[in-house]
């Protein structure tokens, strides 16, 4: 097998590192034309996408940092791991509603500024004369908004439940996966306004995309229950910062929680700010950047696609021989192309799998005998191919 070389970048957790065996992979941040890159946070640009480049791996669920679409016009496969980092943002949303319905860090932050002067009988006394302070709510019997019903979502919708709230969902691409994973006591609302109307809290998983950039802004704000609060750990550009900011002020939003601190609601009241959290928990890490590089493993190795997010899942099982992995526009007569070529020199084709999604079109096929430099000439010159690879499967 050949040997890859793989460029990482950001700190990748060495559990995820240790699945690349040294003897057929070279790791390192300075490889200049790697095979794949393996990254959580850092922005690529589209420079970055060299010559030798066939695949990115991102250890997170969003690819915001990613240059997809350059990535697709190169015929390079962009990998996320959805589902690995969702229990610890989870738990972070269920910290948010606690914290938004109780005033706990106020509670902290006045016994801390007590000090130490004061004895035990003196210190409850202060204690019980202002507490009622930091009166909050229990969020038992309140109703909790989730938009976003994917592997994050569908995870506090749960807990929610248990937590004895009253959840409404809302989620019009909802996969088939994700609606056997949702509970079914969530409420399904066929609109964004009515979800927003009736929730005492909201909370957004759904990813950045240019039809969710701004979702909550000024008007979508103005639909929302009087007094409710809105949580955002799924990306900032959700929400319209400034229409928000004007929703606190006046009252009408209660309060605002969320993993993306940003100018516009530094010193506005009733908001709370954690510094990016979401997947920062050792577990989430570690479970992000072994998904990641087993995913990356896979395709490298024998060409199987999953969790990619501008290729189509191909996963074929293997067979003695070889294999061809061949990437093409998905365009009108490509595959007879394709399988013309191969008829033209008596390939003998054992297994064959071919998928396209959106203008990409990915083809595995397995042949019996190595495939020489004239067929892999042949359809490299057709003209929707993009790229050709060839795997020599073990007996």
């Known amino acids: 097998m050949s040997k890859y070389k793989i460029r990482t970048i950001n700190a990748i957790a060495a559990q995820g590192l ?18 794949a890159i393996l990254l959580r946070s850092h922005k690529l640009q589209p420079e970055d996408i060299t010559s030798n480049l066939k695949a990115v791996a991102r250890a997170g669920a969003g690819v915001n ?9 190169h015929g390079v496969v962009v990998f996320n791991t959805p589902g690995a980092n969702a229990n610890s943002v989870k738990e972070l ?3 948010a509603l606690l914290l938004s319905a109780r005033d706990l860090v106020g509670g902290i932050n006045y016994v801390a500024s007590l000090g ?30 989730v938009v ?6 569908s995870l506090v919708a749960r807990a929610a439940l248990d937590l004895g709230m009253e959840v409404l969902g809302y989620d019009p691409a909802i996969s088939v996966d994700a609606a056997w994973r949702l509970p079914s006591e969530v409420q399904r609302m066929e609109n964004l306004q009515a979800l927003f109307s009736r929730a005492d809290y909201v909370t957004l998983h759904v990813p950045l995309l240019p039809q969710t950039e701004g979702l909550v802004n000024a008007e979508a704000l103005r639909g929302f229950k009087p007094g409710s609060v809105l949580l955002n750990f799924a990306r900032q550009p959700i ?3 400034v229409a928000l900011r004007d929703a606190l002020e006046s009252g009408h939003i209660g309060g605002y929680v969320a993993d993306f601190p940003v100018p516009e609601l530094a010193n506005t009241p009733n908001v709370r700010c954690t510094p990016h959290l979401g997947a920062s928990t050792e577990e989430a890490e570690i479970n992000c950047a072994v998904m990641a590089a087993q995913q990356l493993r896979d395709f490298l190795e024998i060409g199987n696609i999953r969790n990619s997010v ?16 061949i990437t093409n526009r998905n365009v009108a007569g490509a595959l007879g192309e394709i399988t013309s070529v191969l008829a033209e020199r008596g390939i003998n084709v054992v297994d064959m799998l071919n998928k396209s999604r959106d203008d990409l079109a990915y083809n595995l096929i397995d042949i019996v005998d190595r495939p020489d430099t004239d067929l892999r000439d042949a359809l490299c010159a057709i003209e929707s191919v993009i790229n050709v690879r060839h795997f020599e499967q073990p007996d």
């Open 310 to 325: 501008n290729f189509p899942a191909v996963q074929l099982a293997i067979n003695s021989g070889h294999r061809l992995a």
């Open 148 to 153: 976003g019903l994917g592997a994050i979502g």
């Open 65 to 73: 940092n990613v240059p997809v679409d350059e990535c697709s016009k």
């Open 93 to 95: 949303v269920l910290a």
């Open 18 to 35: 240790e699945k690349f065996p040294l003897a057929n992979y070279e790791l390192s941040s300075e490889i200049a034309d790697p095979h």
């Open 116 to 145: 130490d002067s004061h004895d035990e009988a003196e210190l409850n006394r202060l204690v019980e004369a202002q507490k009622k302070q930091f009166k909050g709510r229990e969020l038992a019997g309140k109703s909790l908004g």
């Open 239 to 241: 929400v319209d910062s």
